[in-house]
């Protein structure tokens, strides 16, 4: 039986998921006016970074270079509050389960032999968890971009593409404080 290359797949996906579920940063997102500049611009993300994305990582309609390039209104900024606000309880939840999912399979995969069967239904558990994260994580960035008209949201596409470019020619990655969404490379605004 090849209960050991099993073994080895069932453990490399879940230490890979582990991986990218530590490099998620910690901690509710700033409120108000106790936010860094860090914050302002964007530092706290959603959940899952390798998931979709609309926009900037972070509440980037709070970085002041954002707001006025993409003439954002107050009632805007509100609104994608709002959306923010009602969402994060939902998707606390579901990267709680996410983790308990991966959790539950630990001892699993530590037995000496592995029940197959038992390991592949947690891992179908696990990836449906990961799904209803994902789905969660869409569905509210999808109410953050329709909060935008259709000319600020081709705006944001291309000051995105912007920072992107500058970005890969500084050699620099998001989490290297190379730049900023809607700053220039290594600013501190």
Not at 4 to 27: C, H
């Amino acid at each position: 039986m090849h209960v050991k290359p099993l073994y080895s797949l069932v453990l490399f996906a879940t230490l890979s998921g582990a991986l990218v579920a530590a490099q998620q940063p910690d901690g509710p997102p700033p409120t108000g006016a106790g936010q860094t500049s860090d914050q302002t611009r964007g530092g706290w993300g959603f959940g899952m970074r390798s998931g979709i994305r609309m926009g900037p990582p972070g509440i980037w309609w709070h970085n002041p270079d954002l707001v006025q390039k993409l003439t954002l209104t107050p009632d805007q900024q509100k609104r994608m509050d709002d959306i923010l606000q009602q969402s994060r309880l939902q998707l606390i939840d579901l990267r709680a389960n996410v983790e308990k999912q991966e959790l539950l399979m630990e001892p699993m995969l530590a037995a000496n032999p592995p029940d197959t069967n038992k390991v592949l239904a947690q891992i179908d558990r696990t990836a449906q968890a990961r799904a209803e994260l994902e789905k969660a994580n869409a569905k509210m960035l999808l109410g953050i971009r329709n909060v935008l008209t259709p000319d600020q949201w081709t705006k944001l596409q291309a000051e995105e593409r912007d920072n992107r470019r500058t970005r890969m020619m500084h050699g620099g990655s998001r989490g290297s404080g190379s730049a900023a969404p809607g700053g220039p490379p290594g600013s501190d605004q």
